[in-house]
């Protein structure tokens, strides 16, 4: 079967000095970098250290050939949206990631399909930017779980998913800045326990505001599984009953109407919880996604899916490839 992933990042190698160019800090550069692997600084300090996968195609190619993955969806590492910068200046940065990656797109048109990101902090900009990349051929966008502390339902962001909607540009949804980072940074709870939660609040701020009814074309997929929503959709759709004064201000339908209206990738890193997953959501609403090439991300793509006793090959073939076709408006690679 033909294999899509979803989910997977790249970062160009040689990135510009934009602390030195804007003048003032927070923006990603890199260090100590050799053939093999490079520290990705932010301050002056390291925020990880990245393998040749994250930015060479070749490696990436070879490793999609080992794991038989036929195409990848490239997105920019999140912590480059630079959405707390001077928006001006994270459209400089958002350009310079889209033209990297539509340009690795073309290289291999056979194997990368390519996901923008745009200055989400200012709305006129990512409307621009958002159409620019309709343009070089970018097929979609990558967004922040939250943008600034305000949620996907935030007014502010209704004209981008207008013109998101027009265009025919699907939306992937990556936790990014979780809520209580700073209460709980040792044991690296963030990534562990913070991105599932931060997920489920993007997907609630968008059902809760009343998104998927004012933009019902809008296409709209969630990383990580829809991280813990999927779990905790009863608590949820119970907190609507019972306090509609409080849940139902923006938006009177219920929850749990919504499971099926929108995508999640597959990395749920157990096969109880794929099969659960597929279960509350819908065979059709489930994608293959990995998170490449990162350790929290899934070590041979698509084996969880591929080995379920319980998903038959019909299933099969909606999670590997026909669901994230769909999501991307094609109807063949």
Excluded at 128 to 142: D, H, Q, V, Y
Excluded at 143 to 165: M, Q, T, V
Aim: net charge neutral.
């Amino acid at each position: 079967m033909l294999k899509i992933d979803i989910h997977t990042h790249i970062i160009p190698k040689e990135i510009p000095d934009f602390s030195k160019k804007f003048g003032y800090e927070g923006f990603v550069s890199m260090a100590n970098e050799t053939l093999k692997k490079a520290d990705m600084m932010i301050f002056g300090e390291k925020f990880r250290t990245i393998k040749c996968n994250c930015w060479s195609v070749e490696e990436r190619i070879s490793d999609m050939n080992k794991h038989k993955i036929d195409v990848q969806v490239l997105s920019p590492i999140p912590v480059m949206f630079c959405y707390w910068a001077r928006p001006k200046d994270t459209l400089i940065v958002s350009q310079f990631l889209n033209d990297f990656i539509i340009q690795e797109c073309q290289k291999y048109p056979e194997n990368f399909i390519g996901l923008g990101t745009v200055p989400m902090q200012d709305t006129k900009l990512s409307i621009l930017e958002l159409e620019r990349c309709k343009k070089i051929g970018l097929r979609g966008i990558e967004i922040g779980s939250n943008i600034n502390n305000k949620n996907l339902s935030d007014n502010d962001f209704h004209p981008f998913y207008e013109a998101a909607e027009e265009l025919n540009m699907p939306l992937f949804i990556h936790p990014w800045e979780m809520m209580g980072m700073s209460q709980m940074s040792k044991y690296w709870l963030p990534w562990l326990v913070g991105m599932p939660a931060e997920t489920s609040r993007a997907i609630c701020s968008m059902i809760f505001g009343g998104i998927f009814e004012k933009f019902p074309n809008l296409r709209v997929a969630f990383a990580h599984g829809g991280g813990s929503f999927p779990h905790i959709v009863g608590r949820i759709e119970k907190g609507f009953l019972e306090r509609p004064d409080l849940c139902a201000i923006d938006n009177q339908i219920n929850p749990r109407s919504y499971l099926g209206k929108f995508y999640v990738d597959s990395l749920v890193h157990s096969q109880e919880a794929l099969n659960y997953l597929i279960k509350i959501l819908g065979p059709n609403s489930v994608i293959l996604g990995s998170d490449y090439p990162f350790p929290l991300g899934e070590k041979i793509p698509g084996k969880a899916i591929e080995i379920s006793s319980n998903i038959n090959d019909d299933v099969k073939n909606n999670l590997l490839n026909k669901n994230a076709l769909n999501w991307l408006g094609l109807k063949k690679i």
